[in-house]
């Protein structure tokens, strides 16, 4: 809410956005890549400022995005298949002033909250006999800054997950297991304060079973 005679003076929010990658496939199709870079930038974003009891939209300043995101798969034999995919990510504030009575406050150069640096997961799937499928997944995430003053850092987290599937018919029954060396990490944050973070979840260990009817 705002004061009924407060008006606010704000320019609209310009966006450009550039991307380019490559797809396709090698040794018969049995190779397959894929890679893309892109790069954004916001200007003139609108956030809210507290001003007393009000809070108030304002033009702050800009954000900058650019990242590589790649991935492969190989189809090894018709019982294995690996696949690898990494994105790396360089998320920051550019020009970005907030205005405020209580004072300024100069974001410029900081990480952005809530963006990793760096998403890094692999694994396979396996058939080794008929009837029953394997697969493997790990997982890593970067570094993440919670607030916008990247005074409170998330640490870096690997996870490993890993399921069983025996099939019979229409009948599915899938053994899983989450963060399978019960990794402790912390996901999110409280973007607002930067003050607090959301733990990840334990080790998880399910069994589920499913009817697909054609």
Known sequence: MRPGDEQAELIPENVANYEAGVKGSVLNGALSFEGAYFWMRRDGIVTTVRQGPFF?????????????????????SSKATPYLNASFYRNRFGDFVIESSGGDTVLTGNRLPISPDRVINGGATFSPVPFVDFSV?????????????????????TLVDAA?????????????????????????GDISSGQSADSGRPRQVLITTSFIFK
Request: zero cysteines; aromatic letters at 14%.
């Open 56 to 76: 108030l939209p304002t033009n702050a300043g800009k954000h900058k995005y650019r990242g590589v995101e790649t991935a492969l798969r190989w189809l090894a």
């Open 137 to 157: 997944d790990v997982k890593h995430v970067g570094t993440v800054q919670i607030d916008q003053r990247n005074t409170f850092q998330l640490d870096p987290y």
């Open 164 to 188: 069983v599937t025996w099939r019979r018919g229409p009948l599915r029954v899938t053994l899983s297991g989450h963060n399978l060396f019960n990794t402790e990490y912390f996901w999110n």
